[in-house]
């Protein structure tokens, strides 16, 4: 058998990290979250001083938003667009901010977690934050306006071609 110490520390790393399973892996991996996004300069202040958000209070419905997102419990009853029209209507969310949310959000990810459930609360925060991101400037939410946004995702990845599953 070969000698794990011998290969690259970020495959040890990758071996080791288990996927998310639970609401308890949910819980731990929005709270890391939202502590680097409180403490983040950009999108920080808006959490702390625009939002007045207090991280006590949010992290269960947060909690519950991405249980459902991942594992279907209809936990999430709230309507997460309304309270960005909210806040937009604060400070101007525009796409420095959605994308420094994202890059935190799968740096987060990554750090802790492998699997499909991982690659799946990746996939559904680029959705989110992009779809937010088109109503607020007021598009349609869906990445796919155009048959030529379509075929781009399509070739980046980031979705799945027509007829595919």
Known sequence: MADPSREPREARELRELRDIRDRADVA?????F?????????????????AHMDLEHHLPIMCDFWETVLFRAGSYRRNAFAMHVALDAKTRLGAAEFDRWLELWVANVDAQFAGASAERAKIQ?????????????????SALETVSTRARLEAEGAIDAIGAG
């Open 125 to 141: 925060a680029r959705r989110i934050a992009g779809s937010i991101a088109r109503r607020l400037s007021g598009r349609s939410g």
């Open 28 to 32: 731990q991996l929005v709270e890391s």
């Open 34 to 50: 939202y502590r680097r996004a409180f403490a983040d300069p950009l999108i920080g202040p808006i959490f702390t001083d625009v």
